[in-house]
Nanobody, 125 residues
Framework: QVQLEESGGGLVQPAGSLKLRCAAS????????IGWFRQAPGKEREGISC????????IYADSVKGRVTISRDNRKNTVFLQMNDLKPEDTAVYYC??????????????????WGQGTQVTVSS
């Protein structure tokens, strides 16, 4: 059974930074393409980033491009999401999950096969 756990969220002021972590247990993360999506109250789920298992190719949604970097450390079995220059509209619960394949564009995310419990990110002064 795939188990993922997100961490690293919190309260941060606008223009601040956070580094989210997605840790896996019972399976090797490098065998999977991993995506991050977020869910804000009253809004649709938004896929924001993905890193491919095959060659490490990354994609980003326009809403976060230039401010967010996804990476993986296979030795630690962890995927990271470095978020900089955070804005109030980034406030949401952030989830990592496995996907069959990263999309060619973030507007066409495939269904997530599994995901963790999420971590809350709140951007407010």
């Amino acid at each position: 059974q795939v188990q993922l756990e997100e961490s690293g969220g919190g309260l941060v002021q606008p223009a601040g930074s956070l580094k989210l972590r997605c840790a896996a247990s019972r399976f090797a993360l490098d065998h999977y393409s991993i995506g991050w999506f977020r869910q804000a109250p009253g809004k649709e789920r938004e896929g924001i980033s993905c890193i491919s298992s095959s060659d490490g190719t990354t994609i980003y949604a326009d809403s976060v491009k230039g401010r967010v970097t996804i990476s993986r450390d296979n030795r630690k079995n962890t995927v990271f999401l470095q978020m900089n220059d955070l804005k109030p509209e980034d406030t949401a619960v952030y989830y990592c999950g496995t996907v069959v394949k990263c999309p060619t564009t973030a507007t066409m995310f495939p269904p997530f096969l599994s995901w963790g419990q999420g971590t809350q990110v709140t951007v407010s002064s």
